[in-house]
């Protein structure tokens, strides 16, 4: 059901997603779906007998030397093996893919008209097999580009973009009176898709982990920037994942709970 909610072909090559630790033989019951395989989220499933935790962001990201219980990743992967519970990752496929992170992302700010921000190859077993963002073309890719509702200022935006990710804050670059008429958006860290924005028609970009010199730069060329951060960006995709796998399971006559990880907070505060 996963690899049909998000394709693992259309994964990043320097991504690791699918199963990261478990055992498939063995039954699903209990499900979570959480943004991060932190000790807190892999303790906490443990101790509720999760059978399955499905997480945005992969445990093993790069290849291990080693397996030190004392490490934080270490000690996940003991607990998870030690208590049976398999561990899945949709990452830049969850985030490509239609309906993805991108698309919940753009449909909570009321984004309409989507394109793609900046294309990626995929394989032609791909383009055949899997649904792309447009009926009219075959394109896939990270971010999203669209309009918005009515017309506004950037400063105008920034009060949408608060109210509907309901934050208490963003980080913005720009003037404050542009004309806004496009947007783009990335979920997660956006600074590498900059040359993307800034070679499209938007006037904004809605991202986070924006670099200094990229706000600098959008900046310079009458741009706006607002950076709303990592984990506000992708953590809504929890729970229209796990509604995304109830409305399926429950189609498809599968007894299994599905729950989302409601207590992961952004690791970052303002003091």
Not at 150 to 159: E, F, H, I, M, Q
Request: hydrophobic content about 45%; some cysteine; aromatic content about 4%.
């Amino acid at each position: 059901i996963m690899d049909q909610l998000a394709p693992p072909l259309l994964a990043e090559e320097w991504d690791n997603v699918g199963l990261q630790i478990g055992d498939p033989r063995l039954p699903v019951r209990r499900i979570w779906v959480a943004l991060d395989p932190s000790p807190e989220v892999v303790k906490a499933a443990c101790q509720k007998e999760v059978d399955l935790l499905i997480t945005h962001h992969p445990l093993i990201f790069r290849p291990l030397k080693s397996i030190d219980f004392e490490t934080p990743g270490g000690s996940i992967i003991q607990m998870a093996a030690h208590r049976q519970l398999a561990i899945f990752s949709a990452h830049t496929n969850l985030d490509i893919v239609r309906d993805g992170v991108n698309d919940v992302l753009a449909q909570r700010l009321g984004m309409r008209n989507l394109s793609v921000l900046q294309p990626v190859k995929v394989g032609e077993r791909a383009k055949e097999d899997i649904r792309p963002l447009t009926s009219t073309k075959a394109e896939f890719g990270i971010g999203r580009i669209g309009s918005l509702a009515k017309d506004g200022s950037l400063k105008s935006l920034v009060s949408l973009v608060k109210k509907k990710l309901k934050l208490d804050f963003v980080k913005v670059a720009g003037d404050l009176e542009m004309k806004v008429k496009q947007v783009a958006i990335c979920s997660g860290s956006g600074s590498s898709l900059m040359q993307a924005f800034l070679s499209s028609k938007a006037q904004v970009y809605i991202s986070g982990d924006i670099h200094y010199h990229d706000a600098r730069e959008a900046e310079d060329a009458n741009r706006g920037i607002i950076d709303i951060g990592h984990f506000p960006s992708e953590h809504l995709m929890v729970d229209a994942l796990a509604q995304q796998l109830e409305n399926i399971i429950s189609k498809a006559g599968i007894e299994a709970e599905i729950m989302a990880c409601t207590f992961e907070k952004d690791p970052f505060r303002i003091l």
